[in-house]
């Protein structure tokens, strides 16, 4: 550069820093009312120049290029009040595509200050506007929240979903108002899937009880020697006088129970002792924690070897002593909790001297006997004494009060309940009617939807009204963020009442305790982290052979089960840059060359006692030694999805940290950008980073590269799939370096250091992603004072992720909305 031309880029340069000290000036020492008084930074000292040297050619005030004409842009409020347009042309500044090739180019310094100084226009706007929550697109229900709904509201065990085109994803999540269209294949889809569900879930015509008939030679214990030894007649001998249980008795057998089902036992059996008095029969079941079980001494008053915990259900005299005397034994059942075997035994003869035999023929169990699938039971279940209308108007009411998520009007219900009573009138059975009108609450958009109706403004006075969401709403989006299903009837009582508003606490504290509160790890987590792309990535099976479905699927359970014990223990989202444990499995854990729950290490003398070995597909809890494990970044989900199939990729790893991590994501690459080699020949004659040194001299490339590469060189002693390595193929692995700061790093641990001591950057990330996902839109320049008022409370609440999550529910931009404008 020469001396006139780096004359005019101080000169530039000097102007802007005098702008933006400026404005910087204004906030020493003033207070929080001063400051709304400030005028934001000189855009016509700094800003103005910029345009006019670089800009003005293409975007003036005549026939401007794209129709943009950036000449009138002259002090900071004209900005403002375009915010969208210049958000784009900070884009293009960043890219390097604006200004075009062929055209007058700033420094790097130059735009540089120039983007600091739009940038802290608009911190000055964001810090003084008035209150905006914005406002959510009404939405459909994606397929995860859909499938969740149609489980907690119907109760049948499938996926509806199957043949659901993909959700679009916006913001990074798949629960964005603004990209969830409608197209006509999943209309269609969602009827054929009503159709199936209500299929499903009611038959009007009650299948058939089961019967279930099993002949005493086939019965336990069981032996080649019951059908030659002790068979009489199609009937099994029962000697209390035998040698063992073989002999003795009881028999039994194992059944598949339904566990709220009632059922019928039979049994046929005739009796004989050496004194002649009758032989007492017992029918007992058997089950592992069984509750309210017999006596240990009522149990032992019956022969032969008698299965534990067993409950004496119904005793009988027989006073047949041949089979065609035979006595039919039938007990009732009624759901018993851990029911597993029926026993059928004899008593012990009061005198010990005395013997019997009992003769058992078969075990037969008929049920359950209400054979309607439980979701049927349970939709249609009445109150005793009601017409069938008011049935109708009590199981439908119910119903879309819970569909639709909110109170049902009396004209709604009415309607519904007059379809129902035609299709009676039409021959239908009650059962097929309901069904029916059931299926059709399922494809109406009230159920499909989101919707969120208008209400009053509570505030006003300013161009933005402010309304409180409806309590019903705020139930919706309270369960659809932590639990992607709909409100139970727990949160819809507290908004009819009134009481949501002020129940928040306690109702993300029972919510997250809640077994649902797991869809928000599965989903929030997964996404933000981007690691549902492990389902589709394809290492190279050559250079990474030990990669199969059962260590991708270990990789994602790693992560979720992480993710989950920071919720669920409510520790420092902290943890998750840098812990001190994880969970394993055996095929990771010598993935990542760990022998026991102590983190010691294979083939390795243990450094720490009472570890135990890793076996099975199971998890445990492991603690680590080494900090080059712990926490989301040395994960093999992070660092696989952030590698290319044959090789790691710095550029990918650093780009995911500032994006996912420090929400500082870098712009996008410039067009025309050549790949980095990786020829055989290039890859042997040097390691990847010389490679991608060599590669960041293209000036276009360098400046960006300086933010990311040392990041993902930090991360280099994990190969594509995130097995620690030292050597890149012949060479040694360099995975130390400095950032544009200064700081200097060596490896992974420095790394994680360095990012904890930007904890309130990885923090208002975090904030930013789960508000995101919470209300389903982007974060806006308006939401500023919102997440940074998360960001300050959560230092006094140790960071706990459950604070975090409470501090979100109970924001302006959760609880309100903007009102629309008549």
């Not at 403004?457 to 309590?471: D, N, R, Y």
């Not at 950032?739 to 990885?762: V, Y």
Request: aromatic content about 8%; charged content about 25%; some cysteine.
């Amino acid at each position: 550069m020469d001396r006139s031309n780096q004359s005019s880029v101080l000169s530039y340069c000097v102007s802007m820093i005098s702008a933006i000290v400026a404005y910087s000036a204004f906030f020493v020492g003033g207070t929080g009312d001063q400051l709304l008084a400030f005028a934001p930074p000189d855009f016509g000292l700094g800003g103005v120049p910029y345009l006019q040297k670089y800009c003005s050619e293409c975007h003036g005030s005549e026939s401007p290029e794209a129709e943009i004409a950036l000449s009138v842009f002259t002090d900071a409020e004209s900005l403002i009040k375009q915010r969208k347009i210049w958000t784009n042309v900070t884009k293009q500044i960043q890219s390097g595509s604006m200004p075009p090739e062929g055209k007058p180019r700033p420094s790097t310094a130059e735009s540089e200050a120039f983007l600091e100084l739009v940038q802290s226009i608009f911190d000055h706007a964001d810090k003084n506007a008035k209150p905006d929550p914005g406002r959510v697109t009404m939405r459909r229900l994606n397929r995860v929240e859909y499938r969740n709904t149609i489980r907690d509201l119907v109760g049948v065990d499938f996926d509806p979903t199957e043949d659901f085109p993909s959700d679009d994803i916006g913001y990074g999540f798949d629960n964005i108002g603004d990209v969830l269209s409608l197209p006509p294949v999943l209309m269609e889809r969602y009827l054929d899937a009503a159709d199936s569900i209500m299929n499903r879930a009611i038959t009007p015509e009650a299948p058939p009880v089961t019967k279930r008939h099993l002949g005493s030679q086939y019965t336990e214990p069981a032996s080649a020697d019951v059908a030659s030894k002790l068979m009489e007649n199609s009937y099994r001998r029962l000697d209390t006088s035998g040698k063992d249980g073989l002999e003795q008795g009881p028999v039994h057998t194992l059944y598949q129970w339904d566990s709220e089902g009632d059922y019928i036992f039979r049994t046929k059996a005739y009796g004989q002792s050496s004194d002649g008095q009758p032989v007492t029969i017992a029918i007992l079941l058997h089950g592992k924690g069984l509750a309210d079980p017999s006596t240990e001494a009522e149990l032992d008053a019956i022969s032969g070897n008698v299965l534990r915990p067993a409950k004496i259900l119904k005793v009988v005299e027989v006073k047949g002593t041949t089979p065609d005397q035979a006595e039919l034994i039938e007990v009732l059942l009624p759901a018993i909790s851990n029911r597993e075997r029926i026993l059928v035994g004899q008593y012990k003869p009061a005198d010990s001297q005395q013997s019997s035999k009992a003769f058992i023929e078969f075990l037969a169990l008929d049920g359950p006997l209400d054979t309607r699938p439980k979701s049927q039971r349970k939709l249609l279940q009445t109150t005793a004494g009601k017409s069938q209308v008011e049935q109708s108007e009590e199981v439908l009411g119910r119903f879309m009060r819970r569909a639709y998520r909110r109170k049902i009007e009396p004209e709604e219900l009415g309607r519904i309940c007059q379809f129902v009573q035609s299709r009676i009138d039409q021959g239908n059975k009650w059962e097929a009617a309901i069904q029916l009108a059931m299926q059709a609450i399922l494809c109406s958009p009230k159920f499909l939807f989101r919707v969120e109706s208008e209400v009053q403004g509570i505030t006003g006075g300013s161009s933005v009204e402010i309304e409180a969401l409806p309590p019903f709403q705020l139930a919706s989006r309270l369960s659809y963020f932590l639990w992607s299903s709909m409100p139970d009837d727990t949160l819809l009582d507290l908004a009819e009442s009134g009481k949501l508003d002020g129940e928040l606490d306690a109702q993300v504290t029972r919510m997250l305790d809640d077994p649902r509160a797991r869809s928000l790890i599965q989903n929030f987590v997964t996404q933000w982290l981007q690691i549902q792309r492990l389902d589709s990535l394809a290492p190279d099976n050559k250079l990474f052979p030990t990669f199969s479905p059962a260590l991708r699927r270990s990789m994602l359970q790693e992560t979720e089960l992480f993710a989950d014990a920071v919720l669920r223990e409510n520790r420092s989202i902290l943890e998750l840059i840098d812990a001190e444990f994880t969970f394993l499995n055996e095929p990771l854990a010598k993935h990542y060359g760990i022998a026991d729950t102590a983190g010691n290490w294979l083939g390795q003398p243990p450094t720490k006692p009472d570890g135990k070995p890793i076996q099975g597909e199971g998890f445990q809890r492991v603690a680590l030694q080494d900090r080059n494990r712990g926490g989301l970044l040395t994960q093999a989900s992070i660092l696989t999805v952030t590698s290319n199939p044959t090789r790691t990729s710095p550029v990918k790893r650093g780009r995911w940290i500032l994006e996912q991590i420090l929400g500082a994501p870098p712009p996008p690459p410039p067009p025309n950008v050549p790949e980095l080699p990786n020829q055989a020949e290039d890859v042997s004659t040097a390691s990847l980073r010389k490679r991608m040194e060599v590669h960041r001299q293209n000036p276009a490339c360098a400046n960006c590269h300086a933010k990311m590469d040392p990041i993902g060189f930090a991360l280099e002693n994990f190969d594509a799939i995130g097995a620690y390595r030292l050597k890149d193929g012949p060479f040694d692995i360099d995975a130390s370096g400095e950032f544009a700061d200064g700081t200097r790093f060596a490896g992974p641990s420095d790394l994680k250091s360095i990012i904890g001591a930007k904890k309130e950057d990885f923090v208002r990330c975090v904030t930013e992603k789960l508000l995101t996902y919470a209300i389903g839109r982007g974060v806006e320049y308006y939401d500023r004072p919102t997440v940074e008022k998360i960001v300050t409370s959560l230092p006094n609440e140790g960071y706990r992720m459950k604070s975090l999550i409470a501090e979100i529910v109970k924001s302006d931009a959760f609880r309100q909305r903007r009102r629309i404008q008549p």
